[in-house]
C-alpha cells in the first residue's frame, strides 16, 4: 500500500483561478507535510511545509491539513501559467527521508 | 553558495559496469539522501546518512551503495549497473535529519543503463 496517494492528473485550471491539489497519507504518526513543485526536467523545488491542523498561507498558496483524515491540501490563488508543474506531497513519517506520492500534474490555462 | 551539486549531469553506461554519482552540498547540513525518480513511481529513497560516518537503507536500496565519510560529500555507487537502474537520480540535504527538517534538492543525474 503506497503511502502517500495524489490524483495524478492532469489537473486544467484556467488563469487566475483557484488551483486545488490534494494528498491523502497512510502513516498516522507523520508529523510534516511538505509540497514540492518540480517542472520538468528539473528538481523539486520546496513550495511549502506544514505540521499543524488548520491552513497556513504564503503569497498565493495555502496548505491545509487535516490529521484526523490523513488529509493534505495546497491551495494556489491566481493561478499563473507559470505555476503549471507537477506537485509533489511528501511526508515525513520517520526521520530517514521523505515518502512522496507520484505527483499531481497541473496545467494553467491561459 | 551554490547548495548542492551533483555529477554527472548525464550518463550513459554500459550494463555491468561501476558507477559512482557524485552529490557535494555547502550547507553545512547533517543529512543527506539519495532518492530514484521514474515515471510512474515518483521520488522512492535509495539511502540516507542522517550524520558523517553513519548511513541506513531506503526503500530500494539493493544494488547501490553509499558512504558518507565528511559532512559535505555523499557518492552513490551501482557495483554493477543494471537497465533497470535507468532513472534520474536526485541527491538532497537537510540540517538535522529530524522528522520536521526540510529537504533540498541537487539538480539531478540522468542515468541511462544499457
Known amino acids: 500500500q503506497k503511502e502517500v496517494e495524489q490524483n495524478s492528473g492532469p489537473l486544467s485550471v484556467p488563469e487566475g483561478a483557484i488551483a486545488s491539489l490534494n494528498c491523502t497519507y497512510s502513516?498516522?504518526?507523520?508529523?510534516?507535510f511538505f509540497w514540492y513543485r518540480q517542472y520538468s526536467g528539473k528538481s523539486p523545488e520546496l513550495i511549502m511545509f506544514?505540521?499543524?491542523?488548520g491552513d497556513k498561507e504564503d503569497g498565493r498558496f495555502t496548505a491545509q491539513l487535516n490529521k484526523a483524515s490523513q488529509y493534505v491540501s495546497l491551495l494556489i490563488r491566481d493561478s499563473q501559467p507559470s505555476d503549471s508543474a507537477t506537485y509533489l506531497c511528501?511526508?515525513?513519517?520517520?526521520?530517514?527521508?521523505?515518502?512522496f506520492g507520484k505527483g499531481t500534474h497541473l496545467i494553467i490555462q491561459p | 553558495i551554490a547548495g548542492i551539486t551533483q555529477a554527472p549531469t548525464s550518463q550513459i553506461l554500459a550494463a555491468g559496469r561501476r558507477m559512482t554519482l557524485r552529490c557535494t552540498q555547502d550547507?553545512?547540513?547533517?543529512?543527506m539522501y539519495w532518492y530514484r525518480q521514474d515515471l510512474g513511481l515518483g521520488l522512492r529513497l535509495i539511502h540516507y546518512?542522517?550524520?558523517?560516518?553513519?548511513?541506513g537503507k531506503g526503500e530500494v536500496p539493493d544494488g547501490y551503495s553509499v558512504s558518507r565519510a565528511n559532512t559535505d560529500d555523499f557518492p552513490l555507487t551501482l557495483a554493477s549497473a543494471v537497465p533497470s537502474q535507468t532513472s534520474v537520480y536526485f541527491c538532497?540535504?537537510?540540517?538535522?535529519?529530524?522528522?520536521?527538517?526540510?529537504?533540498?534538492f541537487g539538480p539531478g543525474t540522468r542515468l541511462t543503463v544499457l
Open positions: 538532497a540535504s537537510s540540517d538535522s535529519g529530524g522528522l520536521r527538517d526540510t529537504q533540498y
Open positions: 502513516d498516522r504518526g507523520s508529523q510534516s
Open positions: 506544514i505540521y499543524s491542523n
Open positions: 511528501a511526508v515525513n513519517p520517520r526521520a530517514d527521508g521523505l515518502t
Open positions: 550547507m553545512r547540513h547533517n543529512a
Open positions: 546518512s542522517n550524520t558523517a560516518g553513519t548511513t
